[in-house]
């Protein structure tokens, strides 16, 4: 650790304590957790973000939607709104947040509603939809007024829970032992090759537990997709230069991919979630002016996508060639099928019950 996380450790210690408090009241069911009968999965991590949550509900959303009819409920951070709200095509980012927002664009046919309190949103998601099958939950796993039938927590192959600390000398949210309730296990953002030794090396790190798997997975990027028209779909040739735009925990991994297209990359960076402005379209924008060539695009990310395209922001940069990567999630090896399998048992066992 550097010397300002040694002098914040006693406060990380402090936090840590209190949710280890809090997770004890719930394993000795002093404080309850609702059961469903439903197959509820939640999707998360320890980590306070940037392990690739979306991307993995997404790979569920296609792995499940066609035998099974699904909903998925997060909180909608960032949102103006409070309450129960299910999303639909004319909703904005205002109302639900740019993940369900991002969901929605994606899956026409999904349920997608936000509420902070899950346990609340699947009683009411369940009383609107009693046919559904599925109910997945978005950064779940601190949320434990809910009991999932597989709880599913990702970490990052670049942060591995095991080699953080809880804040604030580290990005944790609580004590890594949390890492206990998970079902599975997900290393995100590995490298698409990956070697059987680095596989080993994180095995003996996280030192899974008997009933739990682990399973590795990697990012990768579609074609170019223009934000907002008149721009060309595709990329001008032989680029110059790329202003990257982000508002996201963790851009690492798009600087990498874009570095391919072109080696000079200046980066613009926002806080995860950022609700651009106006005056932050100027900057963006004088900024991109003052590269100097006219072979220069603006690349921005899938999510970061849901906080630009909006009734006030479209406007101002509708003339300015901004592009983001679509991505998805895929498995190594035999993960993919091995991980599938499980998924898809669980979910079986719960649409034979009923």
Do not use: W
Request: include cysteine; charged fraction near 25%; charge should be positive.
């Amino acid at each position: 650790m550097q010397l300002l996380q040694y002098i914040v450790y006693p406060f990380s210690l402090l936090y840590g304590f209190v949710m280890l408090v809090r997770n004890l009241l719930f394993d000795f069911r002093i404080l309850p957790s609702a059961k469903f009968d439903r197959a509820v999965i939640s999707v998360g991590n320890l980590s306070m973000g940037g392990t690739g949550k979306t991307p993995q509900i997404e790979y569920l959303i296609r792995l499940l939607s066609p035998a099974c009819l699904i909903a998925t409920l997060s909180r909608g951070y960032g949102r103006n709104s409070k309450g129960f709200i299910i999303g639909s095509e004319q909703s904005d980012v205002k109302e639900i947040g740019d993940e369900p927002l991002q969901i929605i664009r994606k899956f026409k046919h999904l349920k997608v509603a936000v509420d902070e309190n899950r346990k609340r949103g699947i009683t009411n998601l369940l009383g609107k939809y009693p046919g559904l099958d599925v109910v997945l939950l978005d950064d779940a796993f601190q949320h434990r007024y809910v009991k999932p039938g597989l709880s599913i927590l990702l970490t990052s192959y670049a942060k591995l829970y095991s080699e953080d600390h809880v804040m604030p000398s580290g990005t944790l949210r609580e004590f890594r032992d949390g890492a206990d309730r998970a079902d599975i296990i997900v290393v995100t953002k590995t490298p698409k090759i990956f070697s059987p030794i680095s596989r080993r090396r994180i095995l003996e790190d996280l030192s899974p537990r008997n009933n739990q798997q682990v399973f590795f997975s990697y990012i990768t990027y579609g074609d170019p997709i223009p934000l907002l028209e008149p721009v060309s779909g595709e990329l001008p040739a032989r680029l110059v230069s790329i202003l990257l735009l982000t508002g996201i925990a963790d851009h690492s991994l798009l600087k990498e991919h874009i570095q391919r297209i072109c080696s000079d990359v200046i980066l613009m960076r926002f806080r995860d979630h950022h609700s651009f402005t106006a005056t932050d379209i100027a900057q963006i924008e004088s900024r991109f002016n003052d590269i100097p060539t006219q072979r220069k695009v603006i690349i921005t990310t899938e999510k970061d996508t849901m906080r630009l395209n909006t009734a006030e922001i479209s406007p101002l940069i509708s003339h300015l060639p901004i592009y983001y990567f679509p991505i998805r999630v895929e498995f190594h090896g035999k993960d993919k099928e091995l991980f599938d399998d499980q998924v898809l048992s669980f979910v079986n066992r719960y649409k034979t019950s009923l």
